[in-house]
Nanobody
């Protein structure tokens, strides 16, 4: 089992920044990729970004490319999502998830999930 705990959400004005963190514990060696997803009220959970541990390869949804950056602190087993130039449409509950698949982008390709953290962007 892999346990994931998100933190760092909050309320920010449009154009502002937030940094989300995902702390992993447990059998972390069984996960090869950490992804971030988000779910706005009444909408499906959507992929935001992922980081593959081998090689540090990253991938972003078009909607956040150039504004969000996913990174990893190896020593602390924390994966962060730096979110800049936030927009009201970024408002959602953000989840981190772990997968042992090589290039997972779909929700059902991730095996472990955190509880989520709320991000609210005011206009």
């Amino acid at each position: 089992q892999v346990q994931l705990v998100e933190s760092g959400g909050g309320l920010v004005q449009a154009g502002g920044s937030l940094r989300l963190s995902c702390a992993a514990s447990g059998r972390t060696f069984s996960a090869s990729t950490i992804g971030w997803f988000r779910q706005a009220p009444g909408k499906e959970r959507e992929f935001v970004a992922r980081l593959r541990f081998g090689g540090g390869i990253t991938y972003y949804a078009d909607s956040v490319k150039g504004r969000f950056t996913i990174s990893r602190d190896n020593a602390k087993k924390v994966v962060s999502l730096q979110m800049n130039d936030l927009k009201p449409e970024d408002t959602a509950v953000y989840y981190c998830a772990a997968s042992n698949r090589p290039l997972p982008s779909r929700r059902n390709e991730y095996d472990y999930w955190g509880q989520g953290t709320q991000v609210t962007v005011s206009s």
